[in-house]
């Protein structure tokens, strides 16, 4: 495997954020690791058919086969989404509802990933 890309939808159905899934090499039945950016612009004449355009770091991801996750928000840079030292700026509600999508996202990607199902205490 090398590393591929996937989106994953805001709210709105949109693509929201650019999800960098890495090649976890011999340890891919126990680890997920991503890196992800929260998109920030798109081309397209219409919804459904948009396609992104500028996307900036949002977040580092590993989630491990006992659901333990580690989650590193922002860059080296500064980002309007997440800076540095893990600060994250939420415009209302609708960024927490998408924070929260890509959570579960990110921990059901992690599970189909290592092709194994979490702890039955563990399911989202």
């Not at 540095?84 to 990933?113: I, P, S």
Request: hydrophobic residues 35%.
């Amino acid at each position: 495997m090398t590393d591929r890309v996937e989106y994953v939808n805001d709210i709105h159905g949109q693509p929201g954020f650019r999800v960098t899934i890495k090649d976890p090499g011999e340890y891919r039945d126990v680890v997920f690791t991503a890196t992800i950016d929260v998109v920030t612009a798109w081309t397209g004449a219409s919804p459904g058919a948009l396609d992104v355009a500028e996307h900036e770091p949002y977040l580092t991801c590993t989630i491990k086969w006992d659901s333990c996750a580690h989650l590193n928000f922002g860059s080296s840079g500064d980002s309007p989404a997440a800076g540095r030292d893990g600060y994250l700026h939420f415009c209302g509600v609708e960024d927490f509802k998408n924070h929260a999508l890509l959570l579960e996202a990110l921990y059901r990607m992690a599970f189909t990933e290592m092709g194994r199902e979490p702890e039955d205490r563990e399911r989202w």
